[in-house]
């Protein structure tokens, strides 16, 4: 399941950047499959991490903002009007 919500939002991201400002889809499908590679390595860590609370918390928090870094690396490259539209 959340391959198919990583998917969508990804084809959704890109539709409504298409259609709203012209900007370019590419960054979306960056995102997106560095968004699937940052799933699979938390996968991996789930499986031979601890099942504490804080090690979850903390396996969680690595993974939001390497999904932020990608992101944010995808439009700096390939699009950085999108990076000026919000402010960065």
Request: glycine share 12%; proline share 5%.
């Amino acid at each position: 399941m959340p391959l198919v919500q990583l998917a969508v939002l990804t084809a959704g991201g890109a539709a409504m950047a298409k259609a709203a400002d012209d900007h370019e889809v590419s960054p979306f499908a960056v995102l997106g499959g560095g968004a699937l590679a940052v799933y699979l390595a938390a996968v991996a860590l789930n499986v031979v991490g601890g099942g504490a609370p804080g090690a979850r918390a903390a396996r969680a928090a690595v993974c939001a903002m390497a999904v932020l870094a990608v992101a944010y690396l995808a439009m700096l490259k390939l699009d950085p009007m999108m990076l000026e539209g919000i402010g960065l």
